[in-house]
């Protein structure tokens, strides 16, 4: 056995057994850096993004969906102690794709893959592609208006296009003249010099469907249909010409355009579309 001095010094060769409280020390578990890859919904593909707490992997990545979710939820668990994990999305290359104008597939996987591969390339997939790969990219909407004509318009000055009578509670408005020159489905019209408007359903080359039906007064043959842009009230005037392009002799540089997340499957707080 180990001989021990009054003051406790071990004299000789023995084993010494010491209990050592380290309940006191607190490790800095917040500044551990983490690393996780998912299959998450919205967001770059094979890309390391630096996520700091569970409300901006949801806006970065999407929330929790019934096939990602212990993925999901594992990354949430490890920003609740730490506020630096390195998050990469992966994906199944073959069959996800971004949603496009036309529909055609295509993936573009994150900022360094559109700009190598695909931001000069001539493709057949419309003027307007969703950011990031996925399904949710299906929810968005995109609405532009190129002119102050496209803004509004008076569709019986522009192309005499009248109203024909109308009864009450009536859905589809005959007319004549080619409303289908001047209208497109959502647009707004009034046939009440503009007191109310009414959304465009259908365009046919000798009708107007429309969403609500005629007021109890009906439509007066000969009535004059005024138009205007669906988003025409988000924007406080009409598109025109900048100083810019005024000062270089040009005319009409100026459009809106409008983002929106039409089936309501986006992110609350998702701001990168």
């Not at 190598?116 to 592609?129: A, D, I, V, Y």
């Not at 399904?135 to 004509?149: E, F, V």
């Not at 039906?213 to 924007?235: C, H, N, P």
């Amino acid at each position: 056995m180990a001989f021990r001095n009054p003051q406790s010094v071990q004299l000789s060769a023995g084993v010494s057994v010491s209990e050592v409280d380290l309940t006191t020390v607190i490790p800095a578990i917040s500044t551990s850096i983490g690393a996780f890859a998912g299959p998450f919904a919205w967001g770059p593909v094979n890309e390391v993004v630096t996520v700091s707490d569970e409300t901006r992997l949801a806006d970065r990545f999407g929330t929790p969906t019934s096939s990602n979710y212990e993925y999901w939820f594992s990354a949430a668990n490890f920003l609740a102690y730490s506020n630096a994990l390195r998050v990469v999305r992966s994906a199944n290359t073959g069959s996800t794709y971004n949603a496009t104008a036309n529909g055609n597939a295509i993936l573009i996987e994150n900022q360094t893959d559109y700009e190598t591969n695909h931001s000069t390339s001539n493709t057949s997939n419309g003027p307007l592609t969703a950011k990031y790969p996925g399904d949710r990219g299906n929810s968005l909407k995109i609405s532009m208006c190129p002119s102050a004509t496209a803004f509004s318009s008076n569709l019986t000055a522009l192309n005499s296009v009248t109203c024909n009578a109308t009864s009450a509670g009536a859905t589809t408005i005959n007319v004549t003249g080619t409303p289908t020159s001047g209208l497109v489905v959502g647009d707004l019209i009034s046939y009440d010099g503009g007191t109310s408007y009414v959304r465009v359903a259908n365009v046919s080359a000798t009708s107007i469907g429309i969403g609500s039906a005629v007021g109890s007064a009906g439509i007066v043959a000969g009535t004059a249909i005024l138009r205007k842009w669906e988003y025409a009230d988000q924007f406080g005037i009409a598109p025109g010409t900048s100083d810019y392009s005024t000062d270089n002799g040009g005319s009409g540089d100026e459009l809106h355009v409008i983002v929106i997340d039409e089936d309501g499957n986006l992110p609350v707080l998702q701001t990168q579309f």
